[in-house]
């Protein structure tokens, strides 16, 4: 079992810059995919980047990349996403999930998640 907690979300303006956090408990994550996810009002939870724990591997959704990074903390056992150059189409609850296994853009195939945080960027 893998509990996640984000943390980080908040209100920002356009141009500004967030970092997320997500602090992973309950067994080792080597062999994990992480995923941070974003859920628009109304749309539909996608991607947004994701990392193998062991390393070696990312990806980004092609509407950040450049601006995100995701990063992990192994001591820490948490995963980040630096945020820059947010803008108002950024906006939504942001989810880190975990998965067994490679990197998925499907989160149906992420068996762990958090509870969201909330990313609010105004014009």
């Known amino acids: 079992q893998v509990h996640l907690v984000e943390s980080g979300g908040g209100l920002v303006q356009a141009g500004g810059s967030l970092r997320l956090s997500c602090a992973a408990s309950g067994r080792t994550l080597s062999r994990h995919a992480m995923g941070w996810f974003r859920q628009a009002p109304g749309k539909e939870r996608d991607v947004v980047a994701a990392l193998l724990w062991s390393g070696g591997s990312t990806y980004y959704a092609d509407s950040v990349k450049g601006r995100f990074t995701i990063s992990r903390d192994n001591a820490k056992n948490t995963v980040y996403l630096q945020m820059n150059s947010l803008k108002p189409e950024d906006t939504g609850v942001y989810y880190c999930?975990?998965?067994?296994?490679?990197?998925?853009?499907?989160?149906?195939?992420?068996?762990?998640w958090g509870q969201g945080t909330q990313v609010t960027v105004s014009s």
């Open positions: 999930a975990a998965r067994m296994g490679y990197i998925n853009y499907d989160p149906s195939e992420y068996g762990y």
